[in-house]
């Protein structure tokens, strides 16, 4: 095909925050983890789909199938809907602790 640029499951984006390797970043609609570091304004290659541990707020629990946001306010996923981007569901449940800052998400790559 004359017109087939790329597989599309990786892009380069311009970083809207600096950012580290594995941190998620929110480009106008597109959501992605990056591949590595980037300062402000760099070029950075982001992962669109796939399963990622990312950081959640503490307190909330998670079931398997449970949608994920996007807060780009805090740089974090969340339970929550309202404010925030939709980016995928959870692949594996997860307690409500202080401590529970983590969760594993199979991203959507739609926007």
Do not use: C
Request: hydrophobic share 40%; glycine share 12%.
């Amino acid at each position: 095909m004359k017109n087939y640029v790329q597989p599309g499951n990786t892009i380069t984006l311009t970083a809207p925050y600096a950012v580290t390797s594995g941190d998620g970043l929110l480009v106008g609609s597109i959501f992605g983890i990056a591949s590595g570091d980037a300062a402000l304004n760099d070029p950075v290659e982001a992962a669109l789909t796939g399963v990622f541990d990312i950081t959640k707020v503490g307190s909330q629990a998670w079931t398997v199938g449970a949608k994920v946001y996007w807060d780009d306010t805090n740089k974090r996923t969340t339970s929550v809907a309202t404010s925030n981007t939709l980016i995928g569901v959870a692949t594996e449940a997860v307690a409500g602790g202080a401590g529970d800052t983590i969760g594993r998400v199979r991203l959507n790559a739609a926007f």
